[in-house]
């Protein structure tokens, strides 16, 4: 898979690995860009509720896991977003769009979280992440901790490995 960075800043859809991509909200006029880019579940991690569903659009599943803004995320939400994006990835053929409301802090954050439980090095999953989501802060220093993190990684070694489809962490080509 080869992206194109100018569509997707165009968009704000960016593509992290062959199966994650992260941007902005989900709003009704992205739907069409979104299914085009194969996105076919999403997970919605901003404090709005969802405005699409899988009743009205071509996803098969939406899920809404509400985080605040720059506050330190609770190991037990961490824990129970990352169980949501990894049930999410594990289909054949699964491809997950995670929004926040400018897709800036809380779901490079989160995607950075789950690259991080499943081996990756969390300096290599920022770099990552910053490399194909320019305006991204993944890891964001007001969302995790050092205990946070020692916890993703110990739950993503004992429920996410090994991974199910080698393309969930293939990173795209830019």
Request: aromatic share 4%; net charge negative.
């Amino acid at each position: 898979m080869k992206v194109h960075l100018g569509d997707e800043l165009l968009q704000h859809v960016f593509w992290i690995t062959e199966c994650i991509a992260l941007g902005k909200f989900a709003t009704e006029g992205r739907c069409e860009h979104l299914t085009e880019q194969g996105i076919n579940r999403i997970l919605n991690v901003s404090d709005a509720a969802s405005v699409v569903s899988p009743a009205t659009h071509c996803f098969g599943e939406v899920v809404h896991h509400p985080l605040l803004d720059v506050r330190r995320i609770p190991d037990d939400t961490a824990i129970e977003i990352l169980d949501t994006l990894h049930r999410l990835l594990t289909p054949e053929g699964a491809r997950v769009y995670v929004h926040c409301t400018a897709g800036q802090i809380r779901s490079p954050t989160i995607v950075w979280l789950y690259l991080v439980a499943c081996g990756v090095e969390p300096h290599a999953a920022g770099n990552l992440i910053g490399h194909r989501a320019p305006d991204a802060a993944p890891g964001h220093s007001k969302l995790v901790d050092e205990q946070l993190i020692v916890r993703v990684i110990a739950h993503g070694r004992d429920h996410f490995l090994p991974i199910p489809r080698e393309e969930i962490l293939r990173p795209v080509e830019i």
